[in-house]
């Protein structure tokens, strides 16, 4: 499938409506957060096969290469993040009695690895990174097997079933089978046509609109636990299946700079939402006074953002893309391409 120019179905624009999805998670009842998380995955996983095909596995020293170059991506804003939600905490007075240590703490905050299973999570969003990181480690390896033999996928699932019993539930084990959706696209060039991507849409759509009216009931009926089941788990499992080729098919389409940029910023809006509404305290007053104070907060986080993309992340970005360029070894000399 060639790449398309499908406006609506813009790759940076479904990554910020994503990032959104949380934030309403976490402000309201409707519990969309997990279904979201989910896409995340099925969409690093396609972008890891991709990136690897075309460009890492063409370094020098490849697994290091892709890991460092993982890392350099994630880590800095993730780490940023972290402090900023370590002084709010401070400031409040909140930071707990027993946070697991301090070696701990610091090394998860920074470098992410075992952040899911820390006792006291600041920022309780980097749950989901910890598991981006884990699938980082592993994903050489798994992008081989699934691009070998799609019947990986099925071993995905029983892993997943079997992963909390087997004491695997904080990593990244019962999450496979979505990076591992998005791996098979990229390797077998699973890609969904516009017509089956629109299906996809109107079905997670019309899914989360019935949701919406079983949610409204139970709440008009004052039964609050029925409205919260209307986005239980399974509800939020099979939105990500259905959203599935959609979010791959946005990946075909051309971008420009301001999707990139919409994009970019959403991995921040994703980490750095939970602290300031905690700072807010957006949960607490009326239904007016929740309403303004979560409005106040979407302002503030998406204008930090903006910042926190302009002046730390990009600069980091460039660098980086520039030292993975100079690590390829199928590139010309650079004496070549000056002559040429």
């Not at 019962?174 to 890609?191: I, Q, Y």
């Not at 939970?274 to 007016?288: D, F, N, S």
């Amino acid at each position: 499938m060639s790449v398309g120019t499908d406006k609506l179905a813009s790759p940076g624009a479904l990554r910020m409506a994503l990032a959104l999805a949380v934030f309403l998670h976490h402000t309201t009842m409707f519990n969309l957060g997990m279904s979201a998380v989910l896409i995340f995955f099925v969409l690093s996983g396609y972008w890891v096969a991709a990136m690897w095909a075309n460009t890492y596995s063409k370094t020098s020293l490849s697994y290091a290469t892709f890991l460092v170059s993982r890392v350099w991506r994630i880590v800095p804003v993730f780490a940023l993040c972290s402090a900023i939600a370590w002084t709010l905490l401070f400031w409040r007075g909140a930071t707990p009695e027993d946070a697991g240590g301090i070696i701990r703490q610091l090394f998860s905050n920074v470098m992410i690895l075992g952040y899911n299973s820390l006792p006291f999570q600041a920022n309780i969003p980097g749950w989901s990174l910890d598991m981006e990181m884990q699938f980082y480690l592993i994903a050489p390896i798994f992008v081989f097997l699934v691009a070998r033999n799609l019947y990986v996928l099925v071993a995905c699932v029983g892993l997943s079933i079997l992963s909390k019993g087997l004491g695997g539930a904080a990593t990244v084990a019962p999450f496979l089978l979505f990076f591992g959706l998005g791996v098979a696209a990229a390797s077998h060039k699973m890609l969904p046509s516009r017509a089956l991507a629109y299906r996809s849409l109107y079905a997670a759509l019309a899914l989360l609109l019935a949701c919406a009216l079983i949610f409204a009931a139970n709440l008009a009926l004052g039964g609050t636990q029925g409205a919260l089941l209307a986005f239980g788990p399974k509800t939020n499992l099979l939105i990500a299946l259905l959203m599935t080729p959609w979010a791959i098919y946005t990946t075909q389409q051309k971008t420009g700079a301001l999707d990139r940029m919409v994009g970019d910023m959403s991995y921040i809006v994703y980490l750095l939402h939970w602290t300031v509404i905690g700072a807010l305290h957006t949960g607490e007053g009326g239904y007016i006074e929740r309403l303004i104070l979560c409005s106040e907060a979407l302002a503030l986080i998406l204008v930090a953002s903006y910042a926190i993309w302009a002046l730390f992340d990009r600069p980091i970005g460039k660098l980086r893309s520039a030292w993975v360029a100079n690590r390829r070894v199928d590139r010309a000399p650079i004496f070549a391409a000056a002559v040429a």
